[in-house]
């Protein structure tokens, strides 16, 4: 047997699952594309983002809070590790409305979640002068936000490094040329072919291969409901501070970029188009007006994987036993759970998260 766990992705989300094995001393390897991955954790956001998580769901925005509150500790033992600074602050976000009675309807929208929680889901809302008395570059056009204390943001790029180092120097085996093609059951466990025709064995498997899934999990016994929904991003030149928080569509980055984004188009693309690009600029200057003067230096197009639902899937094999598939579009904000409390899930230890809310079968239909 070559390892006792195969971890099918090399993204955030399978490097942090790794990254948690190996801490609970397993052997593990990794099968990673290589750098001709088109990831989502190469086009992200970077955001650590709790508010707008489980509007619908709240078993959703508490294993969001729950990995929220870990990502400190996490981020200090990977940093050490790695000797790497992710970049991360956590220190509050906002989400900006342009309109009054959206920001009431949203408002009102938190509230019932609150309530579901039985009060502990901390937000506020701030109107257009309590909101530029914390953030003095908000425009006259913005209504207000709501506000998080629980958000904040980081080095993506820094994030992936840290952890494929990480992973690296606790021993794990990756496979850059790992590109998955085939996986099979066999009587002591799973036999994996990769494209370049090579053969594997590992005892268990873990599928986090992101849109790789769509062709992989039914191979395992899953549905792997997942599509792809792309989304676009502008950076600025590099300028002085003028952003104290990160917004969900607008954040200054540790280099002084400002960083814009939130598109979301059902589409498999990872072209970006001029239209796109010139509606997310002109969001952003109605936002920050000071933003008229700055130059847009590039842009990209990436998608992120999504369930019907939006939330993660999180399930275990009923007909291959020891395969795993874990996937989500919250793969920054979810990998400190997904590397701290993921694996007494997996291990099937003391402690281990109820994640029975995230399991396929709430897709009945699909």
């Not at 180092?165 to 994996?192: P, Q, W, Y």
């Amino acid at each position: 047997m070559d390892t006792e766990y195969a971890v099918i992705g090399g993204g955030v989300v399978g490097l942090s699952i790794a990254y948690g094995l190996l801490r609970h001393g397993k052997q593990v390897a990794i099968f990673d594309e290589g750098d001709v991955a088109l990831r989502a954790s190469r086009g992200n956001f970077g955001l650590v983002w709790v508010q707008s998580k489980g509007i619908k769901k709240p078993e959703y925005a508490q294993w969001t809070r729950r990995s929220a509150r870990s990502w400190r500790g996490f981020a200090d033992a990977l940093q050490a590790q790695a000797e790497t600074d992710i970049m991360l602050v956590q220190d509050g976000g906002y989400i900006y409305q342009m309109d009054e009675d959206v920001l009431a309807s949203e408002a009102a929208n938190y509230k019932l979640l609150q309530d579901s929680l039985g009060g502990d889901y901390p937000f506020e809302v701030m109107d257009n002068a309590a909101l530029r008395a914390e953030e003095p570059a908000t425009g006259p056009k913005v209504a207000g936000a709501i506000y998080c204390p629980e958000d904040g943001h980081l080095n993506p790029l820094r994030l992936l490094h840290a952890l494929a180092t990480s992973v690296r120097l606790m021993g794990a085996k990756v496979h850059v040329d790992g590109h998955v093609e085939n996986v099979v059951k066999t009587s002591d466990g799973f036999e994996i072919t990769t494209k370049a025709g090579k053969v594997y064995q590992a005892e268990k498997v873990v599928l986090a291969a992101g849109l790789g899934a769509q062709k992989l999990g039914p191979k395992l016994g899953f549905k792997a409901p997942v599509r792809a929904q792309q989304g676009q991003v502008l950076i600025t030149e590099k300028m002085p501070k003028i952003l104290n928080r990160p917004n969900v569509q607008v954040r200054q980055v540790n280099e002084g970029g400002i960083q814009i984004g939130a598109t979301a188009d059902e589409t498999a693309s990872t072209k970006e188009d001029v239209v796109t690009m010139s509606v997310l600029a002109r969001n952003a200057i109605d936002m920050f007006p000071i933003l008229e003067r700055a130059n847009f230096v590039r842009g990209w197009a990436a998608c992120r994987i999504m369930s019907p639902d939006g939330a993660p899937i999180y399930e275990k094999s009923k007909t291959h036993e020891g395969a795993f598939f874990v996937t989500c579009h919250s793969g920054i904000t979810l990998a400190a759970a997904h590397a701290t409390d993921l694996p007494h899930w997996i291990l099937g230890t003391e402690g281990a998260p109820d994640l029975s809310g995230f399991s396929e079968e709430r897709f009945s239909d699909v």
